[in-house]
């Protein structure tokens, strides 16, 4: 089995960080891309960003500039550095990844709870 777990969402005022990191745990083999996604009040479900196993980055236009995605490969982890946020970026955070999970010798999406980013204005 495997799990990804979110953390470090809050509430912050425009202008402010966060950050936010999700680990992978259990029955790993390799993990290919990690991303995160954002869900507003009413919306779909849209792409952050994501970090390929090599670290190739893609950024949504919306958030260019003001958040980075890193990962640490070592510790099965994805974080997502969040400067100058907007209140508009508030919403559910939620972590993905492709994983070769060993118990069943297969590659498949997985995904967090989520975290909830608040951002006031």
């Known amino acids: 089995q495997v799990q990804l777990v979110e953390s470090g969402g809050g509430l912050v005022q425009a202008g402010g960080s966060l950050r936010l990191s999700c680990a992978a745990s259990?029955?790993?083999?390799?993990?290919?891309?990690m991303g995160w996604y954002r869900q507003a009040p009413g919306k779909q479900r849209e792409l952050v960003a994501h970090i390929t196993s090599r670290g190739r980055t893609t950024y949504a236009d919306s958030v260019k500039g003001r958040f980075t995605i890193t990962r640490d490969n070592t510790k099965n982890t994805v974080y997502l550095q969040m400067n100058s946020l907007k209140p508009d970026d508030t919403g559910g955070f939620y972590c993905a990844a492709d994983i070769f999970d060993k118990s069943v010798c297969a590659f498949d999406s997985y995904w967090g709870q989520g975290t909830q980013v608040t951002v006031s204005s």
């Open positions: 259990g029955s790993i083999l390799s993990i290919n891309t």
